[in-house]
């Protein structure tokens, strides 16, 4: 009985090895053998002895039948043959043996089976001679055992699909970046176990990549399905990436020339945000609204465009004026008196523009009743944002007042009142301010001297 088990044992060598972790196939085996082997032994039939080739050596028994093995455990042993194979550095006969394992368990319904099958794609991925092999093989991952590989493998997978787009983008192979984020995008982007930043990331990195290559409908395209997908989400990261995704498909639309739709988007941001509790989504909302205005002040009014066409339209310098300030004075009043810093900045900037829209109209009356109001609302403020706003609106109302018959001496006293508050400051931009103010006074001295010499 034991040499009859003993000259079975060898028709399961490849099956019985076990790494670290895996479960005991060798004592599964030699079992199944040995009781094999005393069933032989009751019965009484005589077994002849096993054939002799033509040169009288004995002949190597045919491979026993794993019939009593489960289908887990030869499909573990299949696996287990592949990755040892491929450890050795025997790659070709390791891919041969998993390639056995997806033929023989590859339309097997059973979750442990398919997790094993997912595991030999990804060896294959890993020591594949080409990165579109490698990719390949990860992308067939994804689809086919999504859900059923482990979380742990589910991110590395992605993680180097990410990579792998993310140096095809760097290398300037930016449509062949593209599938991987869309592969992404599709068979991990939703789905149980699956991290909703993915999804989110790779709609990005689309957007962005179509934007680069001019595709203007593309870009907006994945702007719009981010949107859709991911605009009731509560995590503050999310909202985040969807709020600035919103703004950058404004800003396409704008380069396309669809002004008026870019203009709808800005309008949306600031619905969704403009009373949003958190400070950055409000401020995120008043930059919406500014580009609006910004956009109203270069478009000239009643000029269209076709929602359709690729073309930007021509944009006259004139621009909608009273639109546009109407924008700004609105951002004032709604963010007037936030207590956000960032905010309150803002608000400065924005009246700064609202002083260079009415400049370009030629209404200086307006114009400097702006640099008035900037400076008695930062006038006692001491930051250093608070300091360039005052001294730049104090700088550009002398610039104003040099144009005005009769305000030469006020425009002189203001480049001075510029000198007086700030001649001291340590602020790089400040001091910059501060230079313009005294070279802009002496040019008006020089031009004031003929007229006193008459």
Not at 314 to 330: E, M, S
Not at 393 to 410: D, I, P, S, V, Y
Request: glycine share 6%; aromatic share 6%; proline share 4%.
């Amino acid at each position: 009985m034991q040499t009859f088990a003993h000259d079975l044992t060898p028709a399961l060598p490849h099956f019985v090895k076990t790494s670290s972790g895996q479960r005991p196939f060798k004592t599964i085996a030699l079992l199944a053998c040995v009781a094999f082997a005393i069933s032989a032994c009751k019965t009484t039939t005589t077994h002849a002895p096993p054939p002799r080739a033509e040169d009288g050596r004995q002949q190597q028994r045919p491979a026993a039948s794993y019939a009593h093995l489960e289908p887990e455990e030869v499909a573990q042993g299949l696996f287990n043959m592949g990755k040892n194979l491929i450890q050795q550095g025997k790659t070709q006969e390791g891919f041969t043996t998993l390639d056995e394992l997806e033929r023989r368990f590859g339309q097997d319904p059973r979750r442990s089976v398919r997790a094993l099958l997912a595991q030999a794609l990804s060896l294959k991925a890993q020591s594949a001679a080409t990165p579109t092999e490698s990719l390949a093989a990860q992308v067939e991952i994804g689809r086919r055992y999504g859900e059923d590989i482990d979380p742990v493998l589910r991110r590395q997978l992605v993680t180097a699909m990410f990579d792998q787009a993310a140096t095809l983008g760097k290398e300037g192979n930016l449509s062949e970046a593209i599938p991987i984020y869309r592969e992404i995008e599709q068979t991990y982007g939703e789905g149980a176990g699956n991290d909703k930043s993915w999804g989110v990331w790779a709609l990005v990195y689309q957007a962005e990549l179509q934007r680069q290559m001019r595709n203007h409908r593309a870009a907006v395209s994945a702007y719009d399905r981010l949107d859709k997908r991911y605009s009731q989400e509560t995590d503050p990261a999310i909202r985040a990436v969807v709020a600035d995704s919103l703004f950058k498909k404004g800003e396409t639309l704008a380069e396309q020339g669809n002004v008026r739709a870019a203009i709808v988007v800005y309008e949306e941001i600031g619905r969704r945000y403009a009373e949003d509790r958190d400070a950055n989504f409000r401020l995120r909302a008043m930059r919406a609204l500014f580009a609006k205005g910004t956009l109203l002040s270069r478009q000239a009014p009643g000029a269209g465009e076709d929602p359709e066409s690729e073309t930007p339209i021509h944009i006259r310098p004139t621009g909608d004026t009273a639109a546009a300030v109407a924008v700004f004075d609105d951002i004032v009043q709604r963010f007037g008196r936030d207590k956000d810093p960032n905010i309150n900045n803002f608000v400065g900037g924005t009246l700064l523009k609202k002083s260079e829209t009415l400049r370009l109209t030629g209404n200086d009356q307006a114009t400097i009743a702006v640099y008035d109001e900037i400076i008695g609302r930062y006038g006692n403020d001491n930051t250093q944002a608070a300091r360039v706003l005052v001294a730049t609106a104090l700088f550009r109302k002398g610039l104003t007042l040099e144009k005005q018959e009769g305000a030469t001496n006020a425009a002189l006293n203001t480049y001075d009142e510029v000198v007086r508050r700030f001649a001291n400051d340590t602020n790089q931009n400040v001091r910059r301010v501060v230079g313009q103010a005294v070279t802009a006074r002496q040019r008006l001295l020089a031009k004031m001297e003929p007229m006193h010499d008459n």
